[in-house]
């Protein structure tokens, strides 16, 4: 069974920095792509950030500049490095792992449980 794992969230004034982790466990043989996505109150989920073993790292348009994110191949973990918070970025933020290889060399994606990242002062 995989599972991802995210901590980090938390309350942060404006302008200042948070970063998330998320690690992946479970009998895993690979995974092509990490991402973060963001899903704030009455708004749909979007994508922050993703970073991938054979691809540009893309960001949304909205973090570009500020957010970092981090991908080891080799240990199933991802990073997202916020900085120069602002109020908007205010969601839970979800990890999500693309092309999860298995034993059986099935592909599957998975997804986090969430954190809460709140920007208020």
């Known amino acids: 069974q995989v599972q991802l794992v995210e901590s980090g969230g938390g309350l942060v004034q404006p302008g200042g920095s948070l970063r998330l982790s998320c690690a992946a466990s479970?009998?895993?043989?690979?995974?092509?792509?990490m991402a973060w996505y963001r899903q704030a109150e009455g708004q749909q989920r979007e994508l922050v950030a993703v970073?991938?073993?054979?691809?540009?790292?893309t960001y949304a348009p909205s973090v570009r500049g500020r957010f970092i994110i981090s991908f080891d191949a080799v240990k199933y973990t991802s990073f997202l490095q916020m900085n120069s918070l602002k109020s908007e970025d205010t969601a839970v933020y979800y990890c999500?792992?693309?092309?999860?290889?298995?034993?059986?060399?099935?592909?599957?994606?998975?997804w986090g449980q969430g954190t809460q990242v709140t920007v208020s002062s």
């Open positions: 999500y792992a693309e092309g999860v290889k298995d034993y059986r060399g099935s592909l599957r994606n998975f």
């Open positions: 479970g009998r895993i043989f690979g995974i092509k792509s």
């Open positions: 970073a991938a073993t054979s691809a540009p790292t």
